[in-house]
């Protein structure tokens, strides 16, 4: 098993950054597949990136490609999302989340046994 703090979220205005990171503890870190999803409100939870144990990056096919870039520390046991040019649209809480399976569905929320509590990001105009 394994336990997920996000940190890292925050306000700001559009085009600014933030970084988030996933401080992970528990079975082995790098043994697992990382994902970041986001959920505004109303709307259901979605995919953002996600990065397997070996460093694969995998990213959202809408606007966050280019935006969003996902890396992982297994040394430090974290799993971190810079996002740049960030918009409006960007606001929602973030989610951390952990998958053990081997059979891995990276994009769906139902390939992650393991979440984190999430952190907000709120941009501002």
């Known amino acids: 098993q394994v336990q997920l703090v996000e940190s890292g979220g925050g306000q700001v205005q559009t085009g600014g950054s933030l970084r988030l990171s996933c401080a992970a503890s528990?079975?082995?870190?790098?043994?697992?597949?990382m994902g970041w999803f986001r959920q505004a409100p109303g709307k259901e939870r979605e995919f953002v990136a996600a990065?397997?144990?070996?460093?694969?990056?995998?990213y959202s096919e809408d606007s966050m490609r280019g935006r969003f870039t996902i890396s992982r520390d297994n040394a430090k046991n974290t799993v971190d999302l810079q996002m740049n040019s960030l918009k409006l649209e960007d606001t929602a809480v973030y989610f951390c989340?952990?998958?053990?399976?081997?059979?891995?569905?990276?994009?769906?929320?139902?390939?992650?046994?393991?979440w984190g509590q999430g952190t907000q990001v709120t941009v501002s105009s």
């Open positions: 990065i397997s144990r070996s460093g694969f990056r995998i």
């Open positions: 989340a952990a998958s053990s399976g081997t059979a891995w569905s990276s994009r769906s929320p139902l390939g992650y046994e393991y």
């Open positions: 528990g079975r082995a870190f790098g043994s697992y597949n």
